[in-house]
Nanobody
Framework: VQLVESGGGLVQAGGSLRLSCAASGSTASINTMGWYRQAPGKQRELVAAITSGGGSTNYADSVKGRFTFSRDNAKNTMYLQMNGLKPEDTAVYYC?????????WGKGTLVTVSS
């Protein structure tokens, strides 16, 4: 599975961005897809994730009500709509696909939120 993120950039606090992640390869074997982020000096953390069966989406408490995770299965693409951005959302955002028993990662896209 190959993952390519896009859509990062610089935005002012309160603004919005939409990240995209295009998946290719053995996408039918993907069990769970999600977005993670890693801020400078911090560990990578889960932002949002959903199982391939279309169950409920899990969000980190810090982004609930502001971020929305969606998927377009026909395009093998997932999105992260980020509204109400805060400086603490500044991080490299990675998309993730879990195939038993292996994790696949994109190279990441940088989101910088200025105050």
């Amino acid at each position: 599975v190959q993952l390519v993120e896009s859509g990062g950039g610089l935005v002012q606090a309160g603004g919005s961005l939409r990240l995209s992640c295009a998946a290719s390869g053995s996408t039918a074997s993907i069990n769970t897809m999600g977005w993670y982020r890693q801020a400078p000096g911090k560990q990578r953390e889960l932002v949002a994730a959903i199982t391939s069966g279309g169950g409920s989406t899990n969000y980190a408490d810090s982004v609930k009500g502001r971020f929305t995770f969606s998927r377009d299965n026909a395009k093998n693409t997932m999105y992260l709509q980020m509204n109400g951005l805060k400086p603490e959302d500044t991080a490299v955002y990675y998309c993730n696909a879990y195939v038993p028993y292996r994790n696949y990662w994109g190279k990441g896209t940088l989101v910088t939120v200025s105050s």
